[in-house]
């Protein structure tokens, strides 16, 4: 299996204390995940994967779709 990321811009900011780390990431990162989701979703629902990878995949869909 091969796979391939387009992660597009990581910014990463942090405080002078290091005690809070801000992450953003690109439209293009988002869409990445998005679809490794859908694929990992189809695997788990075709038996490749257990009940609670596919509750993590969904659970990591639902959290994409509030970020957009």
Do not use: P
């Not at 597009?8 to 293009?28: I, K, L, P, Y």
């Amino acid at each position: 299996m091969k796979l391939n990321l387009n992660l597009g811009t990581v910014e990463v900011n942090a405080d002078s204390n290091g005690t809070r780390v801000d992450v953003g990431v690109g439209e293009e990162f988002l869409e990445e995940i998005s679809r490794l989701l859908e694929i990992g979703v189809h695997d788990a629902r075709a038996g490749v994967q257990n009940e609670n990878q596919i509750r993590l995949c969904e659970s990591a869909r639902l959290f994409r779709d509030k970020t957009l």
